[in-house]
């Protein structure tokens, strides 16, 4: 029986639940795979913190080059976060000719392609299922069970910590603020809060997605994101009387080849009949549409100790079967970003105005001169009774168009907050 050794990078509540798992499903890894892995060393910040698995001062190191240039070990499990200390330990890994498997977006997003290319170079595999809805096998199902089909979209709510907050909105009436603080006491909000609350964590993930599927690796900063710290109570209502609930949605979506990839992590109002809709708490939903198959669903924690230790392991467990690695794809050179001001949509729009006559009529008249026609409209006064709210939703139109009516309306004197904006999701 061959032993597989695996040494780990950070060893905190994930790498803590996969070295756990490691030892308790011996028995499955021996008679599933006819291997034994043995979890052997693990570089750590401190070597007196406590744990909740007991382990040997030899199991762990101060030394992160030990696990990387360790002559025993196969297997590195690289968990311990950030991008260019990461990035040198998981090279030095592949130059060592061991295979690395990584739960880190973000390192993925910044580097992915150089680092696809050198495990590829040193015939070692480069694993990161764990990277994107961290219990959803959303890389193994575009990777290998949808591998025949053009994938047409790929819609989701890939980020658990903003869902459970406009969960929290919508079912308890809490205000963001209120909902953020309870996301914070249970430990949801990640250290630097805007990966999840302006939408970059989302948007890390999509861009491993827009990868999977069309191989070609976008820059961030060329993707329009938008986070919910905009999202106010009276939105979940307005969107709630239209039989909607507001989602972060990531989207990206390919309706022909000539015309780009669209890509977008923004605060959406998604029909109740959407199954988008029901994914509630700090779940993640995905939503894909192929051309064979058609629709495809997955549902399940994005987040957490156990979900993403699953997804680790199911990486290990590929390694193990040694399937003679994944081919990295071709770049297609022709692949292009289409401008997020070329997609069309209807969107849902809240303008905070003072209550004086004449406004309705002006932003109609701005709406209508940027070809945008309303589909329903309501007014609601706030308490101050100097003010209003008006909540309007239109027909498909541009997003160039939509961004263009905001910065006019964005000009007027009536204006009392900023415009906030939506896509509406279909059903």
């Known amino acids: 029986m061959k032993k597989i050794n695996v040494g780990f990078l950070g ?30 060393l693990a570089a750590v910040r401190s070597l007196d913190k406590k744990r909740d698995i007991e382990l040997t001062t030899e199991q762990l190191t101060l030394d992160k080059k030990a696990i990387v240039t360790h002559p025993d070990i196969d297997l590195v499990i690289e968990l311990m976060g950030g991008i260019e200390e990461a990035k040198e330990m998981t090279l030095l890994a592949f130059k060592n000719g061991k295979s690395v498997v990584t739960a880190n977006k973000a390192l993925i997003c910044e580097h992915g392609e150089e680092l696809l290319e050198a495990a590829n170079r040193a015939g070692v595999l480069y694993l990161y299922e764990a990277s994107v809805a961290g219990g959803i096998p959303i890389i193994k199902v575009v990777q290998e069970a949808l591998v025949g089909n053009l994938i047409h979209s790929i819609q989701g709510i890939l980020n658990g910590t903003s869902n459970y907050i406009l969960t929290r909105m919508e079912n308890e009436g809490l205000s963001y603020e209120e909902a953020l603080g309870g996301a914070r006491k249970l430990g949801y909000v990640e250290q630097d809060e805007s990966l999840d609350l302006d939408g970059v964590d989302a948007a890390h993930k999509l861009i491993i997605l827009t990868y999977l599927c069309f191989h070609k690796w976008f820059p961030i900063s060329d993707i329009k994101v938008e986070g919910i710290r905009d999202v106010a109570l009276k939105d979940i209502r307005a969107a709630a009387r239209q039989k909607h609930k507001i989602k972060l949605i990531a989207t990206l979506r390919q309706k022909d080849a000539d015309e780009g990839v669209h890509c977008s992590v923004r605060p959406s109002l998604v029909p109740l009949s959407n199954n988008l809709a029901s994914v509630d708490d700090a779940f993640n939903g995905i939503c894909i549409q192929s051309d064979i198959v058609g629709t495809s669903f997955l549902i399940g924690r994005g987040a957490g100790r156990h979900p993403t230790s699953s997804a680790v392991l199911s990486d290990i467990v590929d390694y193990c079967r040694n399937q003679g690695g994944r081919k990295i794809p071709e770049s297609d050179t022709e692949q292009k970003l289409a401008p997020s001001s070329s997609i069309a949509q209807p969107y849902y729009m809240r303008i905070e105005v003072e209550d004086t006559k004449g406004v309705l009529s002006e932003i109609t008249q701005i709406l209508s001169s940027n070809d945008i026609s309303i589909s329903t409209i309501e007014q609601e006064m706030n308490s101050d009774q100097d003010t209003a709210s008006i909540m309007l939703t239109t027909h498909e139109c541009l997003d160039g168009n939509i961004d263009k009516v905001k910065s006019e309306i964005s000009e007027k004197s009536f204006l009392k907050e900023k415009v906030v904006v939506f896509p509406i999701l279909p059903a």
């Not at 060893?11 to 052997?40: C, F, H, R």
């Open 11 to 40: 060893l905190g509540t994930v790498g803590q639940g996969v070295w756990e798992q490691l030892i308790s499903k011996a028995s499955v890894w021996e008679n599933k795979l006819d291997v034994q892995i043995d979890p052997k």
